[in-house]
């Protein structure tokens, strides 16, 4: 029987069951939390050329592990559909209408902006969505106040919607000079696009974001233009995968900033979904070492294809004021997430000097690393590790086996080849990928201006573990944090994440000029739009957390800074707000201006916080001393040394339990070494914290 998905202004208030899903490069991760708090965990490879249909097999398995009495469920989602979209290029035929004159505006960047330490350079980099054959110049002007220079030329916006209707283009971008302060004219050329072309979506600038970067504006609105077909079907597929089942089904979607947003408006935004995966993980880790004890943590989310870092400060992972996926701006604050492309299914390979280097290509799941027998050849990561005795000799409580004879025959070629020692070799792969994620986090922590002694290591992700504690040693880190299921890092966050919406305004004023009554009507507008998009998800007044804030910079310079806001604005709060802005820069770049400096007010920010039920964590008993339930040979780089370890399940570790290294904790989803010179505890809540 095929059931109706529930609609989603009452799923948050009567979702019975939470079915917690994230697509990863190699995995795709399942957590099922039905009423009385039992986790369920499915761990599948990702080994399909269509995810949506990978996904969709992933969800209908674990919905039937419930029944139609558990139901209505709200299935919550992170996936990589997005940047994967931008990366490859993926992407259906999309138009650009843009003023005239401004046809060449993807090819421009950011003011004295020629990189993006999050995520690569700005310039040019949409530009091959849509290339200028497919841009359209249209008549009429908007003046940076928000007044009309120039009428809007109909026939023009008629001729480009003739032109793409004869292209056959179905997705369409309007981007006009200055529509964040008046929108009227990007309005009316949508009415005239819907008028000539059935069946198109046409995606307005000011309706993505209403903040006056043209440039970063334009690319935004064409990348989600781009987007939109792509995330349609997805999204399509997998609520037809769900109503095979007996259980009604409604879908909220992890964005970047860490908020969960609702099926429809990640329709509409496809591009705020990006890096919904990693983002979902910090938020999981930052709810989790609130229960810790630990504010201040680093997050390191080792998978097969990337390793992905957060900070985390007062149990609050750390914002970016814009992001960047495939080099396209999003102009919305997102997780500040950096990622290394190094991961378990990682190549290992020979630079042209000669010089041993892993990564950045992964094998992912298909083919594989050389020891899952899946048609891979080349030495990885895993291969490395298995040869070792780090791991054992299956994945996943047997699904998937390993073999350590192909893992060494790659191994082996890998050292052969140049004429090296193949235990050197394996020990060097493993040093290189160690010491290429401690560099990210220096890199990182040094860009932030902090020190890593502030800091504990929480370590996840299926590769995570078996490295953690060599991270922490280069670091010179004592202490270590592994989660009780570090594999399901995101599919745990997502279970702890929120309901989020936020809308932004452009002001561009000096303070010295600004009207607080006209800066408190605008905030009241925003506040009322969000407010009511979380009403609309089921959310009540009581559950809801409005936070406004504004954003400043020194004139001439591009860096802004985001200050929050009191209540009710005036003169005074205004005044506590640049002051503010001042010392935060100070902080942040080690310098200020004098406060007579002219400060401007770039940007309004209205974001609501929908309050979601979380999980409780469980209590694991106490008990006395655990067993091993093998012992096998295993060598240790962190030391050097080569041993008979003791390997111990690790579900049956009872808190308090202490193990002295060396040791090796195998479970369902990871596996954790404990090198000689470390011990292991485990805590109440399952954590294990690895100190030296």
């Not at 996840?460 to 592994?482: E, K, S």
């Not at 000029?513 to 609309?536: F, N, Q, Y």
């Not at 010392?583 to 310098?591: L, W």
């Not at 004098?594 to 916080?609: F, K, M, P």
Request: aromatic residues 4%; hydrophobic residues 40%; proline residues 5%.
């Amino acid at each position: 029987m095929l059931m109706p998905a529930v609609p989603e202004a009452t799923v948050l208030a009567t979702a019975h069951l939470k079915v917690a899903v994230d697509v990863g490069g190699t995995f795709v991760d399942v957590l099922l939390l039905d009423d009385s708090e039992t986790l369920s965990a499915i761990k599948v490879p990702n080994v399909g050329n269509d995810i949506a249909e990978t996904v969709g097999a992933v969800l209908r398995l674990a919905l039937s592990r419930a029944s139609a009495t558990d139901g209505p469920a709200i299935v919550l989602h992170s996936t990589t559909l997005a940047t994967n979209a931008l990366l490859e290029g993926r992407l259906p035929p999309v138009g650009l209408i843009v003023t005239r004159g401004f046809r060449g505006i993807l090819g421009v960047n950011r003011r004295g902006l020629a990189s993006n330490e999050r995520g690569g350079t700005f310039a040019g980099a949409i530009a091959p969505v849509v290339p200028l054959e497919m841009v359209c110049e249209i008549g009429g002007r908007i003046a940076a106040d928000g007044s009309v220079i120039a009428g809007l030329d109909e026939e023009s916006v008629t001729a480009a919607a003739q032109d793409y209707r004869a292209k056959g283009v179905r997705s369409i971008a309007v981007s006009l000079l200055h529509s964040y302060k008046n929108p009227e004219h990007e309005r009316r050329v949508r009415e005239i696009i819907l008028r000539e072309i059935d069946e198109v979506e046409v995606i307005l600038s000011s309706e993505v974001n209403r903040r006056a970067s043209e440039h970063a504006r334009t690319a935004s609105t064409v990348a989600n233009a781009a987007l939109i077909p792509v995330m349609g079907d997805y999204l399509d597929s997998l609520a037809h995968a769900a109503s095979k089942t007996d259980i009604q089904t409604s879908f909220l979607v992890m964005q970047g900033n860490g908020g969960l947003t609702s099926e429809s408006s990640a329709r509409g935004r496809p591009l705020d979904t990006a890096i919904s995966g990693p983002s979902a993980a910090a938020i999981g880790m930052a709810w989790l070492a609130k229960y810790a004890g630990y504010p201040n943590l680093i997050t390191v989310d080792m998978g097969g294809t990337s390793t992905d870092i957060c900070c985390i400060a007062k149990y609050e992972p750390e914002h970016a004021d814009y992001g960047s996926v495939a080099g396209c701006p999003t102009l919305r604050p997102v997780i500040d997430i950096t990622s290394t492309a190094v991961g378990g299914g990682s190549v290992a390979w020979w630079s042209p000097e000669g010089r041993l280097s892993v990564g950045p290509r992964s094998l992912g799941a298909v083919p594989g690393p050389a020891c899952y027998g899946r048609g891979g050849s080349e030495a990885t990561v895993t291969d490395a590790q298995l040869a070792l005795g780090r791991l054992p000799n299956h994945l996943l409580g047997g699904a998937i086996p390993l073999d350590e004879k192909a893992a060494q025959q790659a191994l082996e070629r890998l050292a052969h080849s140049r004429g090296r020692d193949s235990r050197r070799v394996i020990e060097g792969i493993i040093e290189m990928t160690s010491l290429l994620i401690s560099g990210t986090i220096r890199r990182k922590l040094a860009l932030m201006g902090r020190e890593v002694g502030e800091y504990a290591l929480v370590v996840l992700g299926g590769a995570g573990p078996l490295h953690a504690a060599y991270i922490a040693d280069l670091l010179n880190i004592d202490t270590v944090l592994i989660p009780p299921r570090p594999g399901f890092g995101a599919a745990f966050g997502l279970l702890a994440g929120n309901f989020e919406s936020g809308v932004t305004q452009s002001v561009m004023e000096m303070t010295d000029k600004v009207d607080p009554a006209a800066i408190e009507r605008a905030l009241r507008e925003l506040h009322t739009r969000v407010s009511g998009e979380l009403e609309r998800q089921g959310i009540l007044p009581g559950q809801q957390r409005i936070r406004r804030s504004a954003a400043f910079h020194y004139l001439d310079v591009s860096s802004e800074i985001e200050i929050p806001l009191s209540e009710h604005i005036t003169h005074a709060h205004l005044d506590d707000a640049v002051a503010l802005f001042h010392k935060r820069f100070r902080t942040k770049f080690g310098y200020s201006r004098d406060s007579d400096a002219g400060v401007e007010l770039t940007n309004l920010c209205v974001s609501g916080i929908g309050q979601i039920d979380k999980p409780r964590p469980k209590t694991i008993e106490p008990g006395g001393q655990a067993s091993p339930t093998q012992w096998r040979k295993v060598h240790f780089v962190e030391t050097g040394e080569t041993c008979s370890c003791p390997i111990y399940r690790r579900e049956r570790i009872r808190a308090g339990v202490e193990l002295a290294g060396p040791a090796i904790l195998e479970q369902y989803d990871a596996t954790v070494v404990i090198p000689p010179q470390w011990r292991a505890i485990t805590d109440k809540l399952g954590i294990l914290t690895l100190e030296r």
